[in-house]
C-alpha cells in the first residue's frame, strides 16, 4: 500500500526459495500472496533442499495460511540465469526435455508427498486453481 497498490494485487514471487518463515507470514499477514514457485530448483546448489521448502508449505497448510499462496515450478527454458544457477542451466542444456523434466516435480514428487503428509487433495487443488483464479479475479 506504500505505493498506492493493494496488497492483495501483489504476489511475490520466489517467496520460498530460502526458507523464511517470517518473510513468508508477513507478505500473507499483509495481504499479499507468497509464491512458492521454484520447486523445481531445489537443492540446485543455491536454493534450500526440496525437503525444507516441503516442510515450510506443510507447515503453512497446517495453520491455513495457504490460502494466500501458489505452487509452481518457475521455469524459462533455455533461458540465460547468469552464474548463481549455471550448474543447473549446464544439465537444463544437456536435456532433450527440460521443461517437461521439471515441471514434473510439482506433479510427481511435490504434490504427492503433500498428501503423504496428511495435506487433503482439497486443499491442494485450492492452492493450484482456487488461488491463481481469486488472485486475477480480484
Known amino acids: 500500500d506504500a505505493y498506492g497498490i493493494p496488497a492483495h494485487k501483489v504476489a511475490y514471487g520466489h517467496t520460498f526459495s530460502v526458507v523464511d518463515e517470517e518473510y513468508i507470514r508477513q507478505i500473507i499477514a499483509a495481504g499479499g ?4 514457485d521454484q520447486l523445481c530448483y531445489a537443492g540446485a546448489g543455491v536454493l534450500d533442499p526440496l525437503e525444507k521448502q516441503l516442510d515450510m508449505v506443510e507447515k503453512l497448510f497446517r495453520e491455513d495460511l ?3 499462496m501458489f505452487l509452481s515450478c518457475d521455469w524459462g527454458a533455455r533461458s540465460d540465469f547468469g552464474g548463481t544457477l549455471l550448474a543447473s542451466r549446464v544439465e537444463r542444456n544437456r536435456d532433450p526435455k527440460p521443461t517437461t523434466r521439471r515441471v514434473k ?4 514428487t511435490v504434490l504427492p508427498e503433500l ?3 496428511g495435506i487433503p487433495r482439497e486443499k491442494l487443488m485450492e492452492v493450484l486453481i482456487d488461488n491463481p483464479r481469486r488472485y486475477f479475479e480480484n
Open 115 to 117: 498428501e503423504r503428509r
Open 66 to 68: 495457504y490460502k494466500q
Open 105 to 108: 516435480v510439482l506433479f510427481e
Open 33 to 36: 500472496w507468497a509464491s512458492c
